[in-house]
């Protein structure tokens, strides 16, 4: 992994939620580098362990915490293994989120052979429980650890918060309405928090990553045989720069944003890392 700059993390103690997921993996390997002692947080923590043994083993520090953050005591016994190992939180990414399958929907626009196929999940399809649970992973998921580490950010006032958004909190994309609406609010609740502790220290942004080709999300973008998909072709036609990004070009907004010395004065912002996306209207 190649650093576009390396920030002097020394002596910040950085927790990533979410950190066993593609992106903040990097993440955590990224605030390693620059000297970060890093907890990395996910419900997955065997996976967390991997990692934060391969950051030990290449020269960094970091631990393997479980976390599950929709239970407000798993998020507080969390931070109090923070605690114990390292000290104060002082820099918060919220990487914890994703979609599923039960709050999606296999049409973009409303269809009637669509809606009286049994085999076939239209709008009115979705599960409430489904899309409950997408919207309270990305935004819930955001909320708690942000009360918990927060609030240490405070009493020493300092600290920097970066969350996760989307170009679905801009401009919505098709089958994806729970995911949609959670990444529109973590994009409102950014700019909430950064107001909320302007005057404490602490500076709360997001990054919102457009169209990247991962694991995660193969089977939408890539055919069996390897040709895209007809949404592959719709994305690349309204990204300008025509490619999906790579996922270490979102290493250097998400360094920007923590780095004290590069951005203090900037808070409530939502950095879109997207090749044009957002900026291109399709004419």
């Known amino acids: 992994m190649k650093l576009p700059y390396k920030p002097d993390f020394s002596g910040e103690v950085a927790v990533v ?14 605030l390693a580098e620059c000297g970060a002692k890093v907890a990395i947080m996910d419900l ?19 631990m393997a915490v479980k976390i599950n953050v929709l239970d407000k005591q798993s998020v507080e016994d969390a931070r109090q293994a923070v605690l114990a190992s390292y000290g104060k939180c002082t820099m ?14 296999d049409d973009e626009f409303f269809d009637r052979d669509i809606f009286e196929n049994p085999d076939k999940k239209s709008f009115f399809d979705i599960d409430p429980a489904g899309f409950d649970f997408v919207f309270g992973l990305n935004i819930k998921g955001t909320l ?6 927060a609030l240490d950010m405070a009493e020493a006032r300092r600290g920097v918060i970066l969350n996760i958004s ?9 089958k994806i309405p729970a995911y949609s609406a959670a990444k529109a609010a973590v994009s409102n609740f950014t700019q909430w928090l950064a107001v909320y502790f302007a005057k404490t220290g602490i500076r709360v942004n997001a990054i919102a990553p457009g169209f990247f080709s991962t694991q995660q999300n193969a089977a939408l973008l890539w055919n069996a045989d390897g040709t895209p998909t007809a ?5 690349l036609r309204n990204t300008p720069m025509e490619r ?3 996922s270490e070009e979102l290493l250097g907004g998400m360094l920007f944003l923590l780095d004290s010395n590069a951005s203090a004065f900037i808070t409530g912002v939502v950095l879109p890392i997207d ?9």
């Open 17 to 30: 939620t979410g950190g066993a997921g593609v992106l903040c993996s990097m993440f955590s390997r990224a």
């Open 44 to 62: 997955a923590d065997d996976k967390a362990q991997q990692i934060a043994d391969e950051i030990t083993a290449a020269g960094g520090e970091a």
């Open 92 to 105: 918060l990414i919220n990487g914890a989120g994703g979609n599923s399958p039960k709050a999606t929907s």
């Open 144 to 149: 708690l650890p942000t009360q918990a580490f």
């Open 166 to 174: 989307s170009m679905n909190a801009l401009t919505p994309l098709t």
């Open 231 to 235: 949404r592959t072709g719709k994305i």
């Open 244 to 246: 999906f990004g790579e």
């Open 275 to 283: 090749g044009g996306f957002s900026a291109y209207s399709g004419v």
